[in-house]
């Protein structure tokens, strides 16, 4: 199993420019979330999905969209990249939350 | 929303030594989960706690679900070099929300050999 496989691992925007950002997971887990991290804040949580439809915000949402077409695959969309949104992000998954969460290795977004 | 304390932001050790954190928090939570990040890396989850008053261990790692279920604490025991990197608690089951984790901000450990 690979896991939790996010692409690309680096990425530069520039102000203005959108992207997507890749997350998949070949575990059949329902639970998916995106985290950003930024130094001294911790993991914050982006927006979720409980299964394939269905997804809601988390506590940084804005900027962000996602949708869940598929249990395995929840990209995250930046619309209008701001450097604000410079940021390691993470995808993670899970079978049952209770028993936490498996993160990707991450993506380092670098908005200029 | 739901905060975390985790305590010390940092840490900088000889190695050998013992090592000791906690998270506290004003909401009680079902599950305590403490999970270390390598440096370029995913946070990989350690421990996982159930119950209040739990005690478990990992290796030289133990952790404990507080009595009140508003605090954990980690320990490692005889510290090494691989033992570098984010330690992050995360509480889970507050306030019914069946699928929130909420992270503390991280505890860094340097182990100087």
């Known amino acids: 199993n690979a896991g939790v496989t996010q692409t690309p691992k680096f990425q530069v925007l520039k102000t203005g420019q959108s992207m997507t950002l890749q997350c998949a997971q070949d575990?059949?887990?329902?639970?998916m979330s995106w985290y950003r991290q930024d130094p001294g804040m911790g993991l914050r949580l982006i927006h979720y999905?409980?299964?394939?439809?269905?997804?809601d915000q988390g506590e940084v949402p804005n900027g962000y969209n996602v949708s869940r077409s598929t249990t395995e695959d929840f990209p995250l969309r930046l619309l209008s990249a701001a450097p604000s949104q410079t940021s390691v992000y993470f995808c993670a998954s899970s079978l049952t939350p209770t028993y936490g969460y498996t993160f990707g290795s991450g993506t380092r977004l670098t908005v200029v | 929303g739901q905060q975390l304390n985790q305590s010390p932001q940092s840490m900088f050790i000889q190695e050998g030594e013992d090592v000791s954190m906690n998270c506290t928090s004003s909401?009680?939570?079902?599950?305590w989960l403490w999970y270390k990040q390598d440096p370029g890396e995913g946070p990989v989850l350690l421990i996982a706690l159930y119950k209040a008053g739990e005690l478990t261990s990992n290796g030289r790692l133990t952790a404990q679900f507080g009595i009140t279920r508003k605090d954990s604490f980690l320990n490692i025991s005889a510290s090494i070099p691989s033992d570098v990197g984010i330690y992050f608690c995360?509480?889970?089951?507050?306030?019914?929300?069946?699928?929130?984790?909420?992270f503390g901000k991280g505890t860094l450990l340097t182990v100087n050999p």
């Open positions: 999905s409980v299964g394939a439809g269905i997804t």
């Open positions: 575990m059949n887990h329902e639970y």
């Open positions: 909401s009680i939570f079902n599950t």
């Open positions: 995360a509480g889970h089951g507050s306030g019914g929300s069946n699928y929130k984790l909420t």
